[in-house]
């Protein structure tokens, strides 16, 4: 509109166009006063898988389970159900000696909780058949009533239970998205179920049968929220839409001045000069011409949306802000911000001498799965900036388990060495600082099949499980719930979703869940470099 101002050719149209707005919004503004009756009210709740065997962790109330929640999503799902997943293993096999099942009892199995995911499983059968029916009654429904986007399968049979969906059932489509193919590295590592383009599971818990009784998970259902199922769509259409092209006709090896590396990345990735960039195949990804790299948003797309969560007190009257954000920036960027930027800002949104807690399975300042190492301080130094110039204490918690990776506690150590730093001048007048406490499920050094070449191998648990695998920060005002560790890998290279909210009873929910699990006996501190003090001595 303000190319009209001043024309006095077009200054009516102007006019008329501002007239038509104001109208408009008023009229919206009346709808939306009678609406809130009969339009579904988004609901939220935030989700836990917590393994067996953990008595003295104490139960934060109001929390659904994951198991119940997959149950449902596949159970009310009656138009369509999209699933973005890793793997798949929801049924136990530890009849099969590559499995890190293998060798237990069908007893154990039980104790194990291996029926919850059998029954998820079960929904899902359920569904497809039933979408069948819906589908040949209503022709106006999508033909893919189950649409699922997973990383390759991978070893023993990853892809088995998605193929035996898809098997004999049009409606059900299974595709693999090759990271690798794109750049260089990576997988899909989301996990994400979204049902009749309405309700939502985003959080940790991969579709197998461990992450819902054995393995530590965090999550969020959102039920009724088609403005947010409406952007996780958008992305999972663009993971559709990239797995079907020609990777080679599509992708560039070009220098990465941000990261300082060669990698192979998508043609319209803005790491590529602007100059031998081509036009992105993604719809609503907006060209920015001169860019290299992606620098954050400084006004990230927000949705203003009234949430109610019953779990925690009923509270519909506000509408706060919530938001996605997404990875690899390559498919998602333009409205969203990136996945990166979701978690930087979290951090930052924490108060003057307020507290930020943070939960990880794998932490490093670098890379993991690249050819040459990139080196990634974009989240320390955001915790020690806000430590330095906001006195704020940050409380990161990161899991110890039987594939910890070695490295992560120089880094930790790095990290805890900003308390030193800060207090190095008494002109800081330092009152922020770094704790670090290592997550301990019991039993995580007796994992993997009980029985090896016929021999008893004194596991007690199976393989890759007693795990913290949750990945979430609070601060006093903002939480995020993601699906990436924190690592270079997974904000560059690997697909990830997060759901964050300024809800209170959200955040003060996921606050109580994370002092759970700070103040229990299972978290244990990480000791300082040997002879640094550990604060303001
Ligand atoms: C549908 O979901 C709701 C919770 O959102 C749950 O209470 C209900 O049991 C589910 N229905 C089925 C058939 O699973
Ligand atoms: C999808 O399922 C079909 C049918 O079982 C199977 O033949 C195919 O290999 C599967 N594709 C992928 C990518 O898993
Ligand atoms: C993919 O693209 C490459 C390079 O443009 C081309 O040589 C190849 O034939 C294409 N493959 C297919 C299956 O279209
Ligand atoms: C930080 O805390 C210290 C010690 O409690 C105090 O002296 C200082 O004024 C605080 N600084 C800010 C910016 O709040
Ligand atoms: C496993 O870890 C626990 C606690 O750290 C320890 O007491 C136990 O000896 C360990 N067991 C094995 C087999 O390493």
Redesign the pocket.
């Known amino acids: 509109m303000s190319r009209h101002r001043g024309s006095g050719a077009h200054g009516g149209r102007g006019i008329c166009l501002l007239l038509s707005a104001l109208l408009l919004s008023s009229f919206s503004a009346l709808v939306s006063s009678f609406a809130p009756s009969d339009a579904p009210v988004c609901r939220a709740w935030l989700v836990q898988s917590i393994p067996t065997d953990m008595p003295l962790l104490p139960r934060v109330p109001g929390v659904l389970s994951s198991g119940d929640v997959l ?2 999503l596949a ?2 799902s009656t138009k369509s159900l999209d699933i973005i997943a890793q793997y798949w293993q929801l049924l136990a096999q530890p009849e099969n000696p590559r499995s890190g099942d293998y060798g237990y009892s069908h007893a154990d199995m039980e104790r194990f909780g291996a029926g919850v995911g059998r029954e998820v499983y079960k929904s899902l059968v359920d569904a497809a058949d039933r979408m069948v029916d819906i589908r040949q009654g209503n022709p106006s429904v999508t033909p893919d009533a189950i649409l699922i986007v997973q990383h390759s399968g991978v070893y023993p049979t990853y892809a088995q239970e998605s193929a035996n969906l898809a098997a004999g059932r049009p409606n059900v489509k299974n595709v693999t998205f090759l990271h690798s193919d794109w750049w260089g590295s990576g997988i899909v590592h989301a996990k994400v179920w979204l049902s009749d383009d309405e ?1 939502v599971y985003i959080g940790s818990a991969n579709n197998d049968w461990k992450s819902l009784t054995q393995v530590k998970e965090l999550g969020i259902y959102l ?1 009724g929220c088609p403005i947010i199922a409406k952007r996780v769509k958008m992305y999972f259409d663009n993971l559709l839409a990239v797995s079907s092209l020609n990777s080679s006709a599509y992708t560039k090896t070009a220098w990465d001045r941000q990261w300082q590396v060669l990698r192979k990345v998508p043609c319209w990735s803005r790491f590529v000069n602007h100059k031998k960039r081509c036009r992105s195949p993604l719809p609503e990804y907006i060209r920015v011409p001169h860019v290299e790299g992606y620098p954050s948003l400084s006004n990230p797309s927000m949705i203003h949306l009234p949430i109610e969560t019953i779990g925690i007190n009923k509270d519909t009257s506000n509408a706060h802000s919530s938001y996605l954000s997404f990875s690899p920036p390559e498919l998602s960027f333009g409205k969203s911000q990136v996945d990166e930027q979701g978690w930087v800002d979290t951090i930052k949104s924490v108060k003057q001498g307020g507290i930020l807690r943070m939960s990880t399975m794998d932490w490093l300042g670098q890379s993991q799965y690249t050819n040459h190492p990139i080196y990634w301080p974009t989240l320390s130094s955001a915790i020690s900036e806000v430590v330095f110039s906001k006195n704020a204490t940050v409380k990161l918690l990161v899991a110890y388990w039987a594939h910890f990776i070695e490295s992560t506690d120089q880094y930790l150590k790095s990290l805890l060495y900003t308390n030193v730093l800060c207090a190095s001048s008494k002109r800081n007048r330092c009152g922020g600082k770094v704790e670090i406490k290592y997550y301990v499920v019991p039993g995580f050094n007796m994992t993997g099949p009980a029985l090896k070449a016929g021999s008893r191998t004194g596991n007690i648990y199976p393989g890759f499980t007693r795990v913290n695998h949750g990945k979430y920060a609070v601060s006093d005002v903002r939480a995020h719930i993601g699906t990436s560790n924190l690592i270079w890998d997974y904000f560059y290279t690997t697909a990830g979703v997060s759901f964050g909210t300024y809800h209170p009873s959200i955040v003060s929910q996921l606050q109580v869940i994370f002092d759970a699990d700070w103040n229990s006996p299972y978290a244990r501190a990480v000791q300082p470099l040997q002879g640094e003090s550990t604060g303001s001595a």
């Open positions: 149950k449902w159970r009310n309700n039920v």
